[in-house]
């Protein structure tokens, strides 16, 4: 089986940086995803990690240990606009679906 | 990106009627679509895994009889809600993958959902 686990909520400061982290526990592995949605809309691919380490994509960024089954996802420079629910999502060996963590909610505020 | 389109986005019906809600891949082939729910403030619950060609593989608890999957070609996978009632008042995301494509991880992508409303 597979479980998932990240905060439920976090406020942060318009213009600061946040950490939000996940883990995880699988039976297989073949990479962790992070997503964002707004209420009301699907999720928008924001990383993806398979290898240890951090991946930098403008002011995301995530990182990933495999031994420890722990992922954090960094926000940079906040925006308003960032205020949303960020999934982390676990793939398994094969063609298997992704397997989602109750997501998120992040507050940016002013 | 590929792009995953959904329709209707939003549809209310009388309880006891049947919703069919359709998710395309517009621009790719994708052997294997994946339809999720999503109650709100919560994450995204995996339903079924639907294979072109062959019948859905649901995950526990889901009835198949009531949610009706059909995957008829490479492009088109359906999902047909029958005999609605409010509790199935829901948002419904379907997701593909391109099996065909280079990308090395192989995404998942997700179309923009249906928002069911039954009376």
């Known amino acids: 089986g597979q479980n998932i686990d990240q905060p439920t909520e976090m406020t942060a400061t318009e213009g600061a940086i946040v950490q939000i982290n996940c883990t995880y526990q699988t039976s297989g592995f073949n990479g962790l995803f992070w997503y964002q949605q707004h209420a009301g809309e699907a999720p928008t691919f924001l990383s993806y990690n398979v290898l240890d380490g951090l991946e930098e994509k403008g002011r995301f960024s995530s990182f990933l240990s495999r031994s420890k089954g722990y992922s954090y996802l960094l926000l940079k420079e906040l925006q308003m606009k960032d205020s949303a629910s960020y999934l982390c999502a676990v793939r398994g060996v094969g063609n298997t679906p992704l397997v989602f963590g109750k997501g998120t909610r992040l507050s940016v505020i002013a | 990106g590929a792009v995953v389109s959904q329709h209707p986005s939003r549809v209310i019906c009388k309880s006891g009627t049947s919703v069919k809600i359709e998710c395309r891949s517009l621009d790719f082939q994708a052997t294997t679509m994946f339809w999720y729910r999503q109650f709100p403030k919560q994450s995204l619950m995996l339903m079924a895994t639907?294979?072109?060609?062959?019948?859905?593989?649901?995950e526990q608890g889901v009835e198949k009889d009531k949610f009706l999957i059909n995957h008829a070609s490479l492009t088109l996978s359906t999902l047909t809600v029958t005999s609605a009632h409010p509790e199935d008042s829901s948002f419904y995301i379907c997701?593909?993958?391109?099996?065909?494509?280079?990308?090395?991880?192989?995404?998942?992508?997700f179309g923009p959902g249906t928002r069911l409303t039954v009376l």
């Open positions: 997701s593909a993958r391109d099996s065909t494509s280079g990308f090395s991880y192989n995404e998942q992508f």
């Open positions: 639907s294979n072109e060609g062959s019948k859905a593989t649901y």
